[in-house]
């Protein structure tokens, strides 16, 4: 990791948030590629652009008390759940305003994957926080593949494991996503 944001980490751990900006900046262009992902994965049916989405997550960010700052993986780990937040906040929105019989464009938001398994972006959500009270390592992994469509490698590196010990938790986490996709569908009929 980059020496300036692991100083900037510590100054912001030990209170200082006026670093907060800093940090954002250097990361901003892989903030702004995960954003331009995410838009790419699902259709809200508004226009949101990465640039919007970026700004978004650091709007929630110097807004929160409670700022992430241990390190780069606990920070993209909040971005990731700022993005998915925003992004449901918007497929709730189009769908608050179909109910009032506005017309919106009737295609539902999807999130394809898994298989050509197709499964609703707030559906994924609703999972990734089920598989997070079983294992809260899975769930982190399911949001850097899903969410910010990171490398097995690149998880690695946040995770400090080898990549195929990333690629093995993959695994567990999809079988997991999986079956509670699978229970729910039962449930549901």
């Given at each position: 990791m980059n020496k300036r944001l692991i100083q900037l980490f510590d100054k912001?751990?030990?209170?200082?948030?006026?670093?907060?900006?800093?940090?954002?900046?250097?990361?901003?262009?892989?903030?702004?590629?995960?954003?331009?992902?995410?838009?790419?994965?699902?259709?809200?049916?508004?226009?949101?652009?990465?640039?919007?989405?970026?700004?978004?997550?650091?709007?929630?960010?110097?807004?929160?008390?409670?700022?992430?700052?241990?390190?780069?993986?606990?920070?993209?780990?909040?971005?990731?759940?700022?993005?998915?937040?925003?992004?449901l906040d918007t497929i709730r929105a189009k769908n608050a305003i179909k109910r009032n019989g506005l017309k919106v464009d009737s295609s539902m938001s999807q999130f394809i994957g898994f298989d050509d398994i197709d499964v609703r972006f707030m559906d994924i959500d609703r999972m990734i926080n089920l598989v997070d009270k079983v294992d809260p390592i899975l769930a982190e992994i399911l949001q850097y593949k899903l969410i910010f469509n990171l490398t097995y490698i690149e998880i690695g590196d946040l995770l400090k494991k080898s990549d195929r010990q990333v690629q093995r938790l993959w695994k567990h986490a999809k079988t997991l996503l999986l079956a509670l996709l699978n229970s729910d569908d039962t449930k549901k009929e």
């Open positions: 912001i751990q030990k209170g200082d948030t006026s670093h907060i900006k800093e940090v954002y900046s250097i990361l901003y262009n892989d903030i702004k590629a995960i954003a331009a992902y995410q838009i790419n994965l699902i259709n809200t049916g508004e226009t949101v652009t990465p640039t919007v989405l970026a700004n978004e997550c650091y709007l929630k960010l110097i807004m929160s008390k409670n700022i992430p700052s241990q390190n780069r993986r606990h920070f993209m780990q909040y971005l990731s759940k700022s993005m998915r937040s925003f992004l």
